[in-house]
């Protein structure tokens, strides 16, 4: 697979993607430099405001429908060990830059009243936390990629350390930053290997990724790095059985992290950015095992989250069952399956999310993420309730929501691989249906269980803003999903070739 | 002949701008209502401007927007989508001004959000008879399921919340466990969500897969209430009556028959169902609901739980009438959708007049109940006489054509359950209307002539029964006058329906 690429300053004159990355880091130090707290939180948010504004630039000048890289940076680095600064972004990662762009800005929106501890170190840790994750999805070195991905954990830690929620917060921290470390450790050794590979074939060490596509790997070496890569990033997933992770850092973080962690799906994008393209004939042979991981994780993560009082809880178990339709639609290896995979993250990361906003702003009212024990939440923050289900819609991927077009595309393209595969995916669909009725019914109507509820205040306007936003998005994607898909199609179209194709020449030669 | 026309695109989007005005104008009740009434209106004007087209031999098409690479949103109307929206926008007119009256002189609660609902399910109504392919009409499907599980739950009692729930799982659990891989499984196989007049499959698909692909078309269109998929229809009966009207003649059943008609004719086609004997398992099918549903329907009380047995019962005649394959009968089927709504909305709309003038709803309270509300049992009476099939009433011509298609198809059986069903829909009919006219009230039993003259005075000044008001009263009169016109002049709907088969 030959990449083309279109640099910055031919398509837009400014490295954008090197601003976006450094714009946050600047703005955190501005921020430490204002005394008043009210001030932080609002140069915070316009920062994160200006960021999105930016992304949605490089957005706007994207060439949707070819695979070539675009918006690339090229700087030599570390020459001799074959470490580049390259940048870039295609169809696979550009809709991911302005996600988390938006994604961070909402959280600032939901923390103005509810962080009242140090609100500069935590706006600060936020933009940093930007920084890195824009970092992942534009890194086109695979060390430059590996540092980002290993930052993140900074201030990811931090912010579950300091800001969560629950009275276990330092053990749900640490348990994030071990179990990441022994993920991360086997992807490390992938990219060495890949980088090695490179140097047996050309002589020079290399751990550029367009580089990388254009060498082919043996069979037995593929095969490894498959797994290793595979390792880490089905952790970061998380994908069953490496996902209890989740849910404890969703129980004690802070609402802002909470939502990051499910909304954006670093892991399924690891696998469809480096570990399918870059040893696809190990990926094809092992395509079973990631679809039957897949599909246990649909049905699994569903049925444990029928069953869940805690609205945090449940949406760590239906993020696990998320991320297994996603990639069961990767794993198919066609264009449908992999266009609805990063609809569907795209989806998570606005309907999920919303949910969990909403929830957020529930607990700041309650002090408790049970919804289900309260019971006619509906009668009394109606406008609430509202969202809640519309939002929800989207969740359980209702027609003319954003859920419905990756939902759709996945089983189109799981029903091509295999029908079997296909009909379990159905059936997670529809217990993904019930695990939200059944919670949306406990929660919302009913009779009130509880005398806390009916002094409960609807949504403040700022809280209406992201309820709104967030709604607006979940009925806009729904009912116009083609721009977004055509923009991810030519990169998809390439992957899918490159898994699909042949064994390389270089092999067929040998074994003649 | 294909026509560009932006007609199907406006009668959607009228209603949906309608659900706009009527939440704009809140505050105002009667603006409210004139709004919500000017939309319906100038929806079946749309609807009608369509007519001459059809008629003509034409079909109309408006690309909305692409969706998804394979598939766009598009809009096509044909003689079968034509004959389903005239007869949804014109029963929307009439239950409009209905609600009118009976909203209010029930003094029910939100009546904002009744509207505007009703006005949105409107939307996905037409969105319904004017889909082009599978996924057009699923996204609309699925639409109208969401749009009318509030108009269900509105009363927002335990009972109605309840029934909402039987409601929305009954129709979300059919349409995502057996409709949407129905349609995914026919994108599989024949490469295209189109709806085409002799079917969409390629010769040498899997006969096996489309064999189960039918049957979870089948049973994806709950809203069609055949059995086993039917008793959402009976519990949903909680819901205000024009709810009810709404459920069982302007939209949603007529969406399911609609769905499994387009999945006969557009997706399988004539030959195939032949080829696989889905024809004689779907006549089956339909048969036993028939019957099952009239059994049932004669053991019960309330009187809006025998309509909705009713309602399923009748529906499975059109299926029936598809199914029998031949000319006569498949007009039989299709002219049904017309006919049995305004026959049914006449009896929905005449049992809340019962309800509103006496505050029954039982059959046994309402002995005497057609000398208090002559008008009411009237229209009653002609509405249950097209439902039984005696002339001059529509249903008399689609027995006509259901029964001389069966024949046609040389299929005595299904004669036979045309024969028996039609003598049990007149039994728990002429019950109700033995009663009516004839029964004496509950609080004359057991009294001595003396007393009961005494008592009948008491009576007449306790409860006051009389007819509500005119915006009751017109409705209903005038759905049972078109009953009746259908059955006098029924050219105009058999000429839709001819053009309508494959």
């Known amino acids: 697979m030959i990449l083309n690429e279109v640099t910055a300053s031919q398509q837009i004159g400014f490295p954008i993607l090197s601003i976006l990355i450094v714009f946050p880091i600047v703005w955190a130090i501005i921020l430490n430099l204002i005394e008043n707290d009210d001030v932080v939180r609002k140069t915070a948010i316009a920062g994160a405001l200006l960021e999105l504004s930016l992304t949605l630039i490089m957005v706007l000048n994207f060439t949707p429908g070819i695979s070539d890289i675009q918006f690339a940076e090229r700087v030599e680095w570390i020459a001799t060990a074959g470490v580049g600064y390259h940048l870039g972004v295609d169809g696979i990662s550009v809709l991911f830059v302005p996600l988390t762009a938006f994604l961070t800005l909402m959280v600032m929106l939901s923390s103005w009243s509810s962080v009242r501890f140090r609100p500069k170190s935590f706006f600060t840790a936020l933009l940093v936390l930007e920084a890195t994750t824009i970092g992942i999805f534009v890194s086109l070195d695979l060390v430059l990629f590996f540092v980002f991905w290993e930052l993140f954990l900074v201030p990811s830690y931090i912010l579950l350390r300091l800001w969560g929620i629950g009275p276990q917060r330092g053990y749900a921290a640490l348990k994030y930053v071990m179990y990441m470390l022994a993920g991360s450790a086997p992807l490390l050794m992938g990219i060495v290997l890949l980088g090695i590979n490179h140097f047996d074939v050309t002589g020079s060490l290399s751990f550029d990724y367009p580089t990388l596509l254009t060498v082919p790997v043996p069979r037995e070496t593929q095969t490894l790095i498959f797994f290793l890569m595979a390792f880490g990033f089905a952790v970061k997933g998380p994908l069953f059985p490496f996902h209890t992770w989740l849910a404890t850092a969703l129980m004690e973080g802070p609402v802002g992290m909470s939502v990051l962690l499910v909304g954006l799906k670093l892991g399924v994008y690891g696998f469809l950015r480096f570990a399918v393209p870059l040893v696809p004939e190990a990926a094809n042979e092992w395509a079973w095992l990631m679809v039957a991981l897949g599909v246990i994780a649909v049905v699994f993560g569903a049925l444990v989250g029928l069953v869940q009082s805690n609205l945090r809880r449940l949406m760590a178990f239906a993020s696990v069952g998320h991320v297994g339709l996603a990639i069961v639609g990767v794993f198919s290896f066609n264009v449908q399956g992999i266009q609805g995979a990063l609809m569907l993250m795209l989806n998570m990361g606005i309907a999920a999310t919303g949910l969990l906003f909403l929830a957020g702003f529930l607990h700041a009212r309650t002090g408790s993420s049970e919804l289900s024990v309260f019971g006619g939440l509906g009668r009394h923050v109606p406008l609430l309730a509202t969202f809640f289900f519309i939002i929800g819609l989207a969740f359980i991927g209702v027609p003319g929501t954003s859920g419905f077009p990756g939902e759709f595309l996945v089983l189109l393209g799981a029903f091509d691989a295999h029908w079997a595969v296909a009909a379990i995916a159905v059936l997670g669909v529809i217990l993904n249906a019930a695990l939200f009725l059944s919670y949306f019914e406990r929660a919302f109507l009913g009779p009130v269980t509880r005398d806390a509820v009916r002094g409960l205040t609807d949504l403040r306007p700022r809280e209406a803003l992201i309820a709104a936003t967030m709604g607006a998005l979940v009925l806009g994607i729904g009912l116009f999903p083609n721009p977004i898909l055509s923009m991810t199609s030519g990169s998809v179209q390439a992957v899918v070739e490159r898994v699909q194709q042949e064994p390389t020449p270089q092999v067929v030669n040998y074994a003649d | ?502």
């Open chain 2, 1 to 502: 002949m294909q026509t560009e026309s932006i007609a199907p695109l406006l009668a959607v989007v009228v209603s949906l701008a309608g659900a706009g005005l009527v939440v704009a104008t809140r505050r105002n009740p009667n603006l409210r209502e004139g709004c919500s009434l000017a939309a319906a209106v100038l929806q079946f004007v749309v609807v009608l401007t369509m007519v001459r087209p059809i008629l003509d031999g034409e079909t109309l098409h408006f690309k909305v927007l692409s969706f998804l690479p394979q598939v766009s949103i598009v809009f096509r109307v044909d003689a079968l989508a034509l004959l389903f929206a005239i007869t949804a926008s014109s029963l929307w007119v009439l239950t409009t001004v209905y609600s009118i009256g009976y909203m209010r002189h029930h003094h029910e609660d939100a009546q904002t959000r009744y509207y505007a609902f009703v006005a949105l399910a409107l939307t996905a109504t037409m969105g319904i008879a004017f889909s082009a392919n599978l996924l057009t009409l699923y996204i609309f499907y699925e639409l109208l399921t969401f749009m009318t599980y509030p108009l269900v739950a509105h009363a927002g009692t335990a009972e109605a919340l309840a029934a909402a729930k039987k409601y929305l799982l009954y129709q979300l659990g059919a349409s995502i466990v057996f409709l949407l891989p129905a349609i995914i499984l026919t994108y599989t196989m024949a490469d295209t969500f189109d709806f085409q007049p002799d079917g969409v499959f390629p010769a040498g698909t899997n006969t096996t897969l489309l064999v189960v692909v039918y049957g979870l078309f089948l049973a994806g269109s709950a809203k069609a209430a055949i059995m086993p998929f039917h008793s959402w229809l009976p519990a949903a009966m909680v819901a205000p009556t024009p709810v009810s009207a709404l459920l069982h003649a302007v939209a949603v059943v007529n969406a399911g028959v609609f769905l499994v008609l387009r999945v006969i004719f557009d997706v399988f086609g004539e030959d195939l169902l032949r080829q696989l004997h889905l024809d004689v398992a779907t006549a089956i099918v339909a048969s036993v609901t028939i019957l099952m549903a009239s059994f049932y329907a004669l053991r019960l009380d309330t009187l809006k739980a025998v309509l909705a047995y009713s309602t399923i019962s009748q529906l499975s005649y059109m299926i029936l009438g598809a199914v029998l394959l031949s000319s006569n009968g498949m007009i039989g089927g299709v002219i049904h959708i017309a006919n049995h709504s305004f026959a049914k909305i006449t009896l929905f709309f005449c049992a809340g007049s019962i309800l509103l003038a006496s505050n029954k709803t039982k059959i046994s309270e309402m002995g005497g109940i057609g000398r208090l509300l002559p008008v009411t049992m009237a229209a009653f009476l002609v509405g249950s006489l097209s439902i039984v099939g005696i002339p001059p009433t529509a249903g008399f011509i689609t027995k006509w054509f259901l029964a001389t298609g069966s024949i046609e198809a040389d299929k005595l059986a299904i004669f036979l359950v045309l024969l028996l069903s039609t003598l049990l829909t007149a039994g728990y009919y002429f019950r109700i209307i033995r009663t009516a006219y004839f029964g004496s009230s509950p609080e004359e039993d057991g009294l001595s002539d003396a007393d009961r003259e005494v008592e009948k005075g008491h009576a007449q000044v306790r409860h006051q029964v009389r007819e509500v008001g005119p915006l009751i009263f017109v409705p209903l009169l005038l759905s049972a006058g078109v009953s009746v016109v259908l059955g006098i002049f029924p050219h105009f709907v058999i000429e839709l329906a001819r053009l309508a088969l494959p």
